[in-house]
């Protein structure tokens, strides 16, 4: 893909990109997660590094292999994901969040095993909501003042253009990228659709691969020069 770009539409920029699923623990043995393959983070992440970014990906538990030129943090957890985007969002003037954080997490995880009582009864499970990464980064000094650049994806099951509009005035993002259905998870390929303030356009199905390519060059043209 370095081919793809020159000049390199990304040099003197540093990404910040989630990737995957959270998964968030019930106990030791259990919990429960999104599905997410993250391998469009991790394309957007490989096209990005490609084009003359430096990029940083946090990856929630995927199998996959790190794009070269990538630094990599692994974490579990919404909050992980948090702390770890927090860690690094100071440095970064693009932000991407691709990953399928799980809304909520159970309430009290226990530091042990649950186990059958032998009656039949089932544990109770309560949830509390998850912090939202995306939101709390749009909402930072620098991504108001447009040193950082934001960019939100949505997975709808339905009547996305009008789900992706409001998602993006909501999470208060310049540019919210939505998958165009059906489900594509763990697919190589993908079809997307781009939202800003100014209206909408349709990157068609293509590879994953390809599709972070065409995202990079969108990017490009949105992002003001970079920083020196
Ligand atoms: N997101 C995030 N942190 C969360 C939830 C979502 O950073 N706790 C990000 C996702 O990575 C994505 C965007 O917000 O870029 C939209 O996620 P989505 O799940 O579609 O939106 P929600 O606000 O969670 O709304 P809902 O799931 O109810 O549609
Ligand atoms: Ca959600």
Known sequence: IAACFAPKLLAGHRLLI?????????????????????????????????AGAAVTLVAGPVHLPTPRGVQRINVQSARQMLAAVQSQADQASIFIATAAVADWRPANASDQ?????????????????????????????????????????????HDLLQHATAKRVRKGVPLLVGNIGPATFGQDDNALLLVDAQGHRELPRASKAALGVQLVQELARRLPPAPR
């Open 113 to 157: 095993k649950i186990k059958k009582d032998g009656t039949g009864d089932v544990p109770a499970l309560a949830f509390v909501e998850n912090p939202d990464i995306l939101a709390s980064i749009a909402q930072s000094p620098r991504a108001q003042s447009g040193a950082l650049y934001c960019v939100g994806f949505a997975a709808e099951s």
């Open 18 to 50: 989630t990737a995957g699923p959270t998964f968030e623990a019930i106990d030791p043995v259990r919990g429960i997660t999104n599905l997410s393959s993250g391998k469009m983070g991790f394309a957007i992440a490989a096209a990005a590094q490609a």
